[in-house]
């Protein structure tokens, strides 16, 4: 008994998400219903910074979650636009 509370606490932690995500921006889209979220995500010294984006429903907040729709580790800026209501534009400027 008294090696389950060791090996228990061994367990939780390496189920721990030790990525932390940085917001950069959001562009919401109101006629679709989707905001599009820009941020960097940081996974610690094994793991280079990356920028990330994903899309999530307008009105929700974005969590501790990689992107959905697109990562880099090669480029210092990653911008968003909404062409129309369906056509997301992401750009990338500058080689990291």
């Not at 006629?31 to 610690?44: D, S």
């Not at 990330?52 to 959905?68: E, F, M, Y």
């Amino acid at each position: 008994m008294k090696y389950l509370v060791p090996i228990l606490l061994l367990v939780l932690v390496g189920c721990t998400d030790i990525c932390e995500n940085t917001l950069i921006i959001e562009k919401e889209n109101n006629q679709n219903g989707y905001t599009a979220v820009v941020f960097n995500r940081n996974c610690g010294a094994t793991a280079s910074l990356s920028k990330q984006v994903s899309l999530i429903p307008v009105g929700h907040r974005h969590t501790n979650k990689a992107g959905n729709i697109y990562t880099s580790e090669d480029y210092d800026d990653v911008r968003v636009s909404w062409i129309d209501f369906e056509k997301l534009e992401i750009t990338c400027v500058g080689v990291g």
